[in-house]
């Protein structure tokens, strides 16, 4: 975290690297957090949707945990996705995660598929019991949930669950609603923070986000738009931005979590970039222009294992 803020600065999601055989790949994942250290991050989340959380097993979880917080150990700070539709399931993943070091718990509100979704007061009972646990929390408002979580709602969970310190918005109109929120909310949103890989990353720092949790691809020249727009140089952070904005495009656009693990295989940082069934590997082309758009901006991940 930076000296700005509680809750400052770039937050990316470690991949979570497999052997082409499709096992974890324990060794990959310690030097996954070790690139990401020396990109200069301000912390690090793991099991997160980037993290293709989906496609890991419980026990699995624990393992990447355990592993993620003795590697890390203390270096930054390490936040864990805790999300299910389940509130005990959450509440037992979020006091795991404590008992394991971690310093946040990252939640969606509660879903399964495209039609079970809490209510509003199921939502808030769900994070109030997560906040029992005594871990501070970041909400999560992604479109993957497609749970609607209004302003006033947002806001009344942040002013009586103690716990719930940090927001990352990345629905629809990001900056208009973190700035909503920022606005009715005031000294209870302590870390307002972007998402969605950076896509929305200069409208929603000035409409007052502190931070962002993009994929761990290129955090290295991300983390200083954010520095530079928290500083006061609004035309050298719109600079440095429009500059890795073609790349940011087309992770978040064509890509998805499968850029971060594309650019880390290139890079020497994992073997392989494999991803499980049913997720397709990334086309030839896609991957090429990934890394035509990269290279030029020499991010340290092309280069931190060659």
């Not at 718990?105 to 109030?128: C, D, I, N, S």
């Not at 949103?189 to 896509?199: M, S």
Request: glycine share 8%; aromatic share 6%; hydrophobic share 45%.
């Amino acid at each position: 975290m930076t000296d700005m803020q509680p809750y400052s600065g770039v937050w990316p999601v470690a991949p979570t690297p497999f052997h082409d055989t499709g096992e974890l790949d324990d060794d990959g994942m310690r030097r996954v957090l070790d690139c990401m250290i020396d990109q200069k991050v301000d912390g690090i989340c793991i099991l997160a949707n980037f993290s293709e959380q989906f496609l890991i097993s419980d026990e699995e979880r624990f393992h990447l945990m355990r592993l993620s917080a003795e590697h890390i150990g203390g270096r930054v700070p390490l936040i864990v996705t805790i999300s299910h539709f389940a509130t005990p399931i959450v509440v037992s993943r979020a006091k795991q995660a404590q008992s394991l070091g971690a310093d946040i718990v990252m939640m969606m509100p509660p879903y399964h598929g495209a039609l079970l979704k809490g209510t509003p007061e199921q939502t808030f009972e769900q994070f109030r019991a997560v906040g029992e646990v005594g871990i501070p929390i970041m909400l999560q408002d992604a479109p993957l949930s497609g749970v609607d979580l209004p302003v006033p709602l947002l806001v009344r969970m942040a002013q009586e669950i103690e716990m719930l310190k940090l927001f990352k918005i990345e629905c629809a109109q990001a900056a208009a609603k973190l700035r909503a929120l920022i606005e009715l909310g005031g000294e209870a949103i302590e870390g307002p923070f972007d998402g969605e890989e950076g896509i929305t990353l200069l409208a929603d720092l000035d409409a007052g986000a502190t931070g962002c949790m993009t994929s761990a691809m290129i955090p290295d020249l991300i983390g200083p738009v954010v520095r530079d727009f928290l500083a006061g140089d609004e035309s050298g952070a719109a600079a440095a931005y429009g500059r890795i904005l073609p790349a940011i495009n087309h992770e978040n656009r064509q890509c998805g979590f499968r850029a971060a693990k594309a650019a880390m295989v290139a890079g020497g940082v994992i073997k392989s970039d494999f991803c499980r069934h049913p997720i397709p590997a990334l086309h030839p082309d896609t991957r090429e222009m990934l890394l035509n758009l990269l290279t030029p901006l020499d991010p340290l991940v092309l280069r931190w294992g060659l």
